[in-house]
Each structure stands twice: as C-alpha cells, then as structure tokens.
C-alpha cells in the first residue's frame, strides 16, 4: 500500500502560537499535535502586514478596549492584511491552510484552488454571544450591535469556504451548522485534548460513608467558574454528615467563601517544579473536579480526566464531559442542592464511583489527548486534500 505523501500545513493565528499562555495553551498545543501526528507544519506570521501600525495604536491602549477592537479592526481591515498572508503562501507551495480560533484572518484571503482551508476554535463571536456562555458574562457593548449583523455574515462566508472544520464539541457543530448552513460532512467533530503531558495512571482513591470528600475548583475567576456554588456544595454535604472538603486553585475566594474547611493554594505556575508537583498531588488525591461554570469548552475537565478525576459542571456550552463517562453535567440552573445530591450518591455507591474513575481516565486515553486528535485530523485531512469521499 502507498503510503500517503506528508501534508504541508500553513498555520494561521492572530496570536504567536508559539506562546504557551495564547487561549489558554489551546493554540500552542494545536500547533504542537499538526506537527505531532499530521503533516509538516510553517507558522504563519500572525502580524497584520501592512496593517500593522494600527494593531499597535489598538494594543497600546486599555486591555478593556482592546480585547474587542482588536478582532473587529482586523476584521475591516481583512483584505489589507490578507494581501500579505497570500505573499508568505506564495513563498512556498502548502496542501493547507489551517487557522486556528481567529476566523477573521482567513477573511477576505485568497488561496490558490489546490489549496485547502481548515478551521478550528470553540466558538465563534456570534455564536458565543448568542449563547448561555457568553450571556452569563454580558461584556458586550450596546454600540456593537450595531455591526452584529455585519460580524455573522462574515462568519458565514469564511466558515462555509473552508473544505474542513473542525469543532471540539457537538454543541459547537450543531450551533454552527443551523446558524451558518454548513454542510456537514466538511463540519466534524475532533474533541481537543488536556493541556498537559500525560500524567500516567491515576491514583486509587475510594470514596465510601465517613471518610473525606475532596472537593476541587481550578480557574483565575472564582465567580466566573461558579465558585459560590462548588463552596455552597461543600457546605449541604457537611450539614448532611460528609466530611467534605474544597480546594481551590487559581484564584482567592472572597472573605464570606473561605473558613477551615476550604484550602486555597491560588495561583500554581506548572513551569515552576515544585507548584507543578503540588498541583498534580491535588489532582491525584481529589474525588471530585467542581466547576458549576459556562463554557464554550473547558481545558481543565480534559486535564481531569487524564488524573481519573472525575468532573462535575453544568451542561452549557461545549464541556467536554459525558454523564456517567468522565463526570455528570447537571442542567443549567442546577445549584448546590443538587450537586451535593449527585456526590451523596457516589458517596453511598462506592463501587459505582471506582468504575466512573476508570471511565474518566479512559475518556482522556481514547478522546481528550493531542494525539487522538491529530490522528483523526490527519485523516480528514488527507482525505479533502485527495479527494476521498468521507465512509
């Protein structure tokens, strides 16, 4: 059998991926796997040419301001900045653009018919802002309204020129395919992995009546992540006889949210050996990962998953979790009643809670890790690129 010649991959991304902190590790850890397990890979500059003195006057000023303007300026200014992503293509001879996140910066570009356009992010503007996840935040501008009209059609038109797509969640595919028409064998879903090395096996820990609950809460926004509610959980199982404790990684909970029974370790740099080691303890030993949130993902429920941690969130958005699987995603609005209901149960069915932690750590094995998703972009990939009908 002949072996399929290596895909040549032009990556694109209005942000340095080679920056580890750049969306949370998610564009580091994409270009890492393209490189890992599907072709050979150019990075693309994510300046905007001969835009860019503008992109600098914007990032001079407050992060307020320039977190939106940013994106919405490169976007009117997309065939300025696209005339000079098509002279870097032009330098070499690629199979495929593959852009990661910013679908403005495939707008308005060009590409020889030769060349396929790939796509992947866990949102895009209009769909996060339509959605529960981005309602729960409610940062936008009443001025932008204005041009949401404007945003969507442009959203339309670049995701329906690319040849793949490649959402992390079925909730995104399905967003995406009713607002934009997307056809759906070009719109698929590859589950993004933890933002890790994997950790090996996980540790045996048993959860069973009158020992430790170990409660766990990772994420720099202790109100964003549904805090009051991992510690409010905490509390019913206590006055219900549980010795329940909580960890919290990331950030510092408020006065009112801290008393003997919460630990805060706050921020942990896994750069740093020691707060790396810690960290990964606290994963090994916790029974549970808290994290009532709205997502659009969730990088932290993958990294539990590779510790056999089982996660609990509310079912909003993309979480990759799975009732049962790697944890339980409780319908939104659920509260603290009801996630203290969901551990109670685990707690007085031990056996249950021991094949659920083999059920996460396979979910990570199978679906939340890099090289499953490289492999299964390969494919497709491969596929578009010679014209192979999807089986």
């Keep these: 059998m002949t072996q399929a010649r290596p895909l040549k991959i032009a990556y694109l991304c209005d942000q340095d991926p080679e920056d580890s902190h750049s969306y949370s590790g998610g564009n580091s850890r994409i270009l ?13 500059s994510s300046g905007w040419h001969a835009a860019q003195p503008v992109r600098r006057v ?12 940013r994106w919405r300026a490169q976007l009117a200014m997309a065939r300025v900045i696209a005339r000079g992503t098509e002279a870097e293509l032009a330098s070499a001879q690629h199979d495929v653009v593959f852009c990661a996140y910013s679908f403005q910066s495939l707008a308005k ?24 996840v981005g309602s729960a935040f409610g940062s936008y501008v009443q001025l932008s309204r204005l041009i949401d009209p404007l945003i969507e059609r442009c959203e339309r038109q670049v995701l329906r020129q690319c040849d793949v797509i490649f959402w992390p969640s079925k909730w995104m595919q399905t967003e995406a395919g009713h607002r934009y028409d997307l056809a759906p064998e070009r719109s698929l879903v590859v589950p993004w992995g933890a933002n890790i090395a994997d950790p090996g096996p996980p540790n045996d820990v048993p959860l069973q009546q009158g020992e430790p609950v170990r409660l766990l809460m990772l994420g720099r926004d202790w109100w964003g992540k549904g805090g009051p509610i991992a510690f409010e959980t905490m509390q019913r199982l206590r006055d219900g006889g549980h010795d329940a404790t909580l960890c919290v990684i990331g950030c510092t909970p408020p006065q009112e949210h801290c008393n003997e029974h919460v630990k805060v370790l706050g921020h942990l740099d896994k750069s740093e050996p020691a707060e790396n080691a810690v960290m990964q303890a606290t994963l090994r030993e916790a029974h549970f990962l808290i994290m009532p949130s709205h997502e659009s993902y969730g990088f932290a429920f993958c990294e539990a998953s590779a510790y056999g941690l089982p996660s609990l969130c509310l079912d909003v958005g993309g979480i990759p979790v799975r009732d049962a699987v790697n944890g339980q995603a409780l319908p939104a609005g659920s509260g603290p009643s009801d996630f203290a209901a969901c551990i109670a149960q685990y707690i007085n069915a031990p056996a249950d809670y021991a094949s659920l932690r083999k059920a996460t750590r396979q979910e990570y094995e199978t679906r939340l890790n890099w090289q499953s998703w ?13 014209g192979a009908p999807r089986i």
């Design 109 to 132: 570009l060009r590409l020889p018919a030769t060349m396929l356009r790939a796509f992947t992010s866990d949102a895009t503007p209009t769909i996060y802002k339509k959605s529960e």
């Design 374 to 386: 490289g492999e299964a972009v390969r494919i497709e990939l491969l596929r578009a690129r010679d």
């Design 32 to 44: 890492a796997a393209l490189r890992a397990h599907v072709g050979n890979v150019t990075v693309l």
């Design 58 to 69: 914007i990032e001079a000023l407050p992060d307020s301001f320039t977190i939106r303007a």
